[in-house]
């Protein structure tokens, strides 16, 4: 069965400073990945996906078949960046998303 | 474009009562998914629609748990009776199905509270 693992229920960094927030996934198939965001007090988000192979707000993710790995990045943490951070793992043909628990990014001014 | 829409967006109720939400996707989405978040954890598929026919529901608790989509566009999720356990917010989302890739849109969830 497919698993999305998010080490880290909290993640503190300083503004300016960069983030990375892990995530590893277990999956036999060929896997698509994503990243929703959840900003205080507004709705969980697509934030960014792998096979778009983009940077929102400054944020990109490489899938790493080897390590299975698809971790979040930014090189310089802003404030607005705070929120809840859900990894998510796209399987079978009906489109069922399987979520990570999530990580709480927290950037101290 | 109008988001998803949810209802009640707060829910007190005591156990072994009943209770229902209801979601009314973005229009033309043909798939519509809800989700049980239980504080600290990730959303956690419950069932999974495509147009008013279930795909999936391996994680939807059937003996108390039951929902369903009536004209493939709004639905609504029944727990009877509810449990402590089942407290947590109960979130909505809909796509467009296949084509969306994984696109979900969500909405502002129910907090549902047992006591």
């Known amino acids: 069965a497919q698993r999305v693992t998010q080490p880290e229920k909290l993640l503190s960094v300083f503004k300016g400073a960069p983030v990375e927030l892990k995530c590893n996934y277990s999956y036999s198939g060929s896997p698509e990945l994503f990243w929703y965001v959840q900003y205080s007090r507004q709705r969980l988000q697509l934030l960014l996906r792998h096979i778009s192979r983009e940077s929102i707000k400054g944020f990109t993710a490489d899938l790493n078949k080897g390590e299975t790995s698809f971790h979040l990045k930014k090189p310089f943490a802003q404030e607005e960046d705070s929120a809840m951070y859900y990894c998510?793992?796209?399987?079978?043909?009906?489109?069922?998303?399987?979520f990570g628990t999530g990580t709480k990014l927290q950037v101290i001014p | 474009e109008a988001g998803v829409a949810q209802s009640p967006r707060y829910k007190i109720i005591e156990k072994r009562q009943s209770v229902a939400f209801w979601c009314n996707p973005i229009?033309?989405?043909?798939?519509l998914y809800w989700y049980q978040q239980i504080l600290g954890q990730g959303p956690k598929l419950l069932i999974q629609f495509q147009n008013n026919g279930v795909v999936d529901d391996s994680q939807l608790p059937k003996d108390r748990f039951s929902a369903e989509r009536l004209k493939g566009v709004d639905s609504t999720l029944k727990i009877q009776p509810a449990k402590l356990e089942d407290s947590a917010v109960y979130l909505c989302?809909?796509?467009?199905?296949?084509?969306?890739?994984?696109?979900?849109?969500f909405g502002p969830g129910t907090r549902l509270l047992v006591l």
């Open positions: 998510a793992l796209l399987v079978g043909g009906y489109q069922k998303v399987t």
């Open positions: 989302a809909s796509s467009l199905g296949r084509v969306s890739r994984g696109t979900q849109y």
């Open positions: 229009s033309g989405h043909a798939t």
